[in-house]
T-cell receptor, first 113, second 112 residues
Framework: GNSVTQMEGPVTLSEEAFLTINCTYT??????LFWYVQYPGEGLQLLLK?????DKGSNKGFEATYRKETTSFHLEKGSVQVSDSAVYFC????????????FGKGTHLIIQP | DTAVSQTPKYLVTQMGNDKSIKCEQN?????MYWYKQDSKKFLKIMFS???????INETVPNRFSPKSPDKAHLNLHINSLELGDSAVYFC???????????FGEGSRLTVL
């Protein structure tokens, strides 16, 4: 079956540091890959996505590249801010129907001023 | 106008009671989901509906019963609540097949 593995954290960084959150996946076929973000007390929001190999998703300074050869979709940001503190979820969608997303366990990111 | 809204946001109840959580979306999506998030933030899909038809029913106790009166609504009824049901329950909708889910704010259920 499908699965997503990501570093669980918490990850604590200083403001303006470089961020990497690793994500690897197992899936049959060619899944679409996503990063979702959950701010405290809120539901998840889509941050970025990539639908095929070598695609790069980007939004709000965050980037992730779909690497089929390493089955990875690592999230990066060059300079984090306190407002980026949240839980980040890597996810995949295996098929085109109403089968939902398979989520990783989430990575809690804490940015200190 | 909230795209996906859930009520109630907080629910505290005793073991053995029956409770419901309501969800409505105004995005015109055909697909809706219920997810359960535990205390460690792990998200697990419970049910998915497409145009009022049940598509996914994961290994969830049959005390949990979803109901979709129309494609804009997906409610969750829980019978005989147990301590282990304490969690945050999220409703989400999706334009079918896109993987772009829109989540509600969650309903925090505490069973005492």
């Amino acid at each position: 079956g499908n699965s997503v593995t990501q570093m669980e954290g918490p990850v604590t960084l200083s403001e303006e540091a470089f961020l990497t959150i690793n994500c690897t996946y197992t899936a049959t076929g060619y899944p679409s890959l996503f990063w979702y973000v959950q701010y405290p007390g809120e539901g998840l929001q889509l941050l970025l996505k990539a639908t095929k190999a070598d695609d790069k998703g980007s939004n709000k300074g965050f980037e992730a590249t779909y690497r089929k050869e390493t089955t990875s979709f690592h999230l990066e940001k060059g300079s984090v801010q306190v407002s980026d503190s949240a839980v980040y979820f890597c996810a995949l969608k295996g098929g085109g129907g109403a089968d939902g997303l398979t989520f990783g366990k989430g990575t809690h990111l804490i940015i200190q001023p | 106008d909230t795209a996906v809204s859930q009520t109630p946001k907080y629910l505290v109840t005793q073991m053995g009671n029956d409770k419901s959580i309501k969800c409505e979306q105004n995005l015109g999506h055909d697909t809706m989901y219920w997810y359960k998030q535990d205390s460690k933030k792990f998200l697990k899909i419970m049910f998915s509906y497409n145009n009022k038809e049940l598509i996914i029913n994961e290994t969830v106790p049959n005390r949990f019963s979803p109901k979709s009166p129309d494609k804009a609504h997906l409610n969750l009824h829980i019978n005989s609540l147990e301590l282990g049901d304490s969690a945050v329950y999220f409703c989400a909708s999706e334009a079918v097949g896109t993987g772009e889910l829109f989540f509600g704010e969650g309903s925090r259920l505490t069973v005492l």
